[in-house]
């Protein structure tokens, strides 16, 4: 059985982390339609979870009063 990926998406600007564009450390945001066409997948073969890229999480972070440090690890 193929197992759905999981792919973080930003609430604000919709845009989805591509960590599986190349090799290089730097995650790249990009628009979802790019992503899928990307990666020649289709939306119903991947999940979507609510987060915040780091431009607009450091946006958020200034509303919050939290240090900007962006909450994904990768
Ligand atoms: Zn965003």
């Known amino acids: 059985m193929a197992v759905t990926p999981t792919l973080p998406?930003?609430?604000?600007?919709?845009?989805?982390?591509?960590?599986?564009?190349g090799a290089s450390v730097e995650?790249?945001?990009?628009?979802?339609?790019t992503y899928l066409d990307r990666h020649r997948i289709d939306q119903n073969g991947i999940r979507l979870s609510h987060t915040y890229c780091p431009s607009c999480y450091k946006k958020q972070a200034r509303v919050w009063q939290v240090p900007p440090t962006a909450p994904l690890s990768t």
């Open 27 to 33: 995650v790249e945001w990009t628009q979802l339609q």
């Open 9 to 21: 998406i930003c609430c604000v600007c919709g845009q989805v982390s591509d960590g599986r564009a």
